[in-house]
C-alpha cells in the first residue's frame, strides 16, 4: 500500500425543524368548520370504543326515590323498544321532549325528490323529440357537458371521444350534430348555446318577427363586438337608423336571458347546500360586552369506564394484548379530547380578540368603522403563531348582532402605508361614487381617484381599479347605459 489510512473526527452543526404530531393535528382540527368537526367527533365515537359523549342537555335523573315512577305514557312506551333506532318517528315526535333541538323534523330530513337540471332536460328531449333510445344515451352525454348557464363549450367530437372510451364505440359525426340541434330546440330557449352571442341569438330566433326583432337580430349577428363595447354611435352609423330605433332594438336585447339553465329547478338538497352554518356566535351583554362561543352543539367527551382500568384474568399472552389495546385506545381517546379542547379554546380566543378589535362595527354595524385589522394584530393580543391563527379563520363565520359574517371580512390593511382609510373605507367610498354617478357619462378610474384624493383620501388610480374590479364593476365604458340623446 502506497498510501496512509487515517482516522479523522469531524464536528458538524446542523440545524433541523421537526414538526411535533400533535402540532399537525390540532393544524388539521382548527381548519375544520363546525359541521366538519362534527363529522370527525362521530367518526372517533365509531373507531374508538374508549371514547365516550355525553349529551349536557339531556335532563338529569332526579336524586328522589319517590319520582322514580314519574314517567309518562309515552315514556313508558318509548321504553318498551329494545334500541333507539327502533323507535319509530311519530313516536319520537309526540314524547315529552319534542320540544328538544334535536326533535324529528319531517320537512328536514324528507328526501329530495326534485329533479335535477340534467333530468329535466333529458325528460324534456325524450317526451318531445323522436330520438331512437341510441340518440337519447348520446343526448345525455350532450346535456352532462352543458355548464351552468346552459352553454356547450366543449367541441362535439370531444364528447364522441368520451363515448368511444365509455361505450367502445364513437357515434358518426351526422348524429352528433342532430341529435346537438335537438337539445338546442329545448326549452328555456338558449340552452346548448355555444357562447353568449350564440344564446341570445337562439332566443331571438324564436321570437316573432318585427322591425324591432330583426333589427336587434341583425345587431347580434353582424355587429355584436361594437354592441359587446358600447360604441353606440358607431352602431347607428353602420346600421343607418336613428336613435329611437335603435334604442327599441336595444330593449329587444335586453329582455333576452343570458344565463337560460338558471330557470330550471336546482332541487331543494342544493339550495339547502347553499346555507352557511356559522362556527361562532357573538352575544352581546347588558353592560356592552361581546361574549364569543362555539356555534353547533358538541357533545361532552370523556373516557368510557370500562377502559378506565386495564383488564386483569386470561393468559399472559391474551392479557397482555387485551391490556395494549386498551391502553392504546384509551391513550387515543385522551388525545383526541385534550385536541378538541384546544381547539375550542384556540378558536374562542381568536374569535373574541376579533370581537375585541372591531368592537366598534359589531356595535353598530356602521362597515365604515371597521378598523385595520392583520393576523399580526390577533397574534399580539392572543399569543398565538400567525399560521394556527391563519388556519383557524379560514372558511369560519360568525354570527352578530348585525348578520353572518366570514373572519376574513374583518381582516383589511392600510392601501398604503401614509393613508389612515381602511380597505372597507375605500370600497364603500368606490361603490358609492360608481352608484350614483351619471350612468350617460360614467366616471373613470382617474375621476374616481381625484374624487376621493379632494375627500381625503390618499389614494392611487391602479388602486381604485383594484377595487373596482373587487366590487364587480367594469370599466367606466362598460358601465355606461345607452340614452337616445347619447348618439
Do not use: W
Amino acid at each position: 500500500m502506497t498510501g496512509k489510512e487515517s482516522l479523522r473526527q469531524e464536528q458538524q452543526l446542523k440545524l433541523q425543524q421537526r414538526l411535533n404530531m400533535h402540532n399537525v393535528v390540532l393544524g388539521r382540527m382548527l381548519e375544520m368548520t363546525a359541521p366538519e368537526f362534527d363529522d370527525e367527533i362521530r367518526r372517533q365515537l365509531d373507531d374508538n370504543p374508549a371514547l365516550e359523549a355525553h349529551d349536557d342537555t339531556a335532563p338529569t335523573p332526579s336524586a328522589d326515590p319517590d319520582d322514580d315512577f314519574g314517567e309518562t305514557s309515552e315514556q313508558l312506551q318509548l321504553a318498551d323498544y329494545a334500541d333507539a333506532d327502533d323507535i319509530p318517528y311519530y313516536r319520537l315526535g309526540t314524547a315529552s321532549d319534542h320540544s328538544s333541538d334535536d326533535a324529528f323534523d319531517a320537512v328536514t330530513l324528507a328526501a329530495d325528490d326534485s329533479e335535477s337540471a340534467f333530468e329535466i332536460l333529458l325528460r324534456r328531449l325524450a317526451a318531445e323529440s323522436d330520438l331512437t333510445p341510441a340518440e337519447l344515451k348520446i343526448a345525455g352525454y350532450i346535456i352532462g357537458n352543458l355548464d351552468s348557464n346552459g352553454y356547450l363549450t366543449r367541441p362535439l367530437a370531444d364528447i364522441a371521444d368520451d363515448m368511444a372510451m365509455s361505450e367502445g364505440a364513437a357515434p358518426a359525426p351526422d348524429e352528433m350534430n342532430r341529435v346537438f340541434m335537438a337539445v338546442r330546440g329545448l326549452d328555456p330557449a338558449g340552452i346548448g348555446a355555444v357562447d353568449l352571442r350564440d344564446c341570445l341569438l337562439l332566443q331571438l330566433d324564436r321570437r316573432e318577427s318585427s322591425p324591432d326583432v330583426d333589427l336587434a337580430f341583425d345587431i347580434l349577428l353582424d355587429y355584436f363586438d361594437l354592441l359587446s363595447k358600447k360604441h353606440y354611435d358607431r352602431l347607428a352609423a353602420a346600421l343607418k337608423v336613428d336613435n329611437d330605433t335603435l334604442a327599441r332594438a336595444l330593449d329587444v336585447i335586453l329582455s333576452l336571458n343570458p344565463r337560460p339553465a338558471a330557470s330550471l329547478d336546482e332541487g331543494a338538497s342544493a339550495t339547502r347546500a347553499r346555507h352557511i352554518t356559522p362556527d361562532f356566535v357573538l352575544e352581546c351583554d347588558d353592560n356592552g360586552k361581546f361574549r364569543v362561543t362555539l356555534a353547533g352543539n358538541h357533545p361532552r367527551l370523556s373516557i368510557e369506564p370500562s377502559f378506565s382500568i386495564d383488564p386483569q384474568g386470561g393468559t399472559n399472552a391474551s392479557l397482555a394484548s387485551a391490556k395494549a389495546f386498551v391502553r392504546r385506545k384509551r391513550e387515543e381517546a385522551a388525545a383526541f379530547i385534550r385536541m378538541a379542547d384546544l381547539r375550542a379554546e384556540t378558536l374562542v380566543a381568536i374569535a373574541s380578540a376579533i370581537a375585541t378589535i372591531q368592537h366598534d362595527f359589531l356595535t353598530t354595524g356602521d362597515r365604515s368603522l371597521i378598523k385595520p385589522m392583520i393576523l399580526r394584530d390577533v397574534s399580539e393580543l392572543t399569543g398565538l403563531d400567525l399560521s394556527v391563527i391563519s388556519r383557524a379563520v379560514a372558511g369560519k363565520y360568525i354570527l352578530t348582532p348585525h348578520g353572518v359574517y366570514p373572519l376574513k371580512f374583518f381582516f383589511n390593511e392600510h392601501p398604503r402605508e401614509e393613508t389612515g382609510a381602511t380597505s372597507h373605507r375605500i370600497s364603500q367610498a368606490i361603490k358609492e361614487l360608481i352608484d350614483n354617478e351619471n350612468k350617460k357619462n360614467p366616471l373613470s378610474d382617474q375621476a374616481i381617484m381625484d374624487t376621493l384624493v379632494a375627500s381625503g383620501f390618499d389614494i392611487a388610480r391602479r388602486t381604485v381599479a383594484k377595487y373596482r374590479e373587487k366590487l364587480g364593476y367594469p370599466v367606466a365604458r362598460l358601465r355606461k347605459t345607452f340614452r337616445t340623446d347619447d348618439i
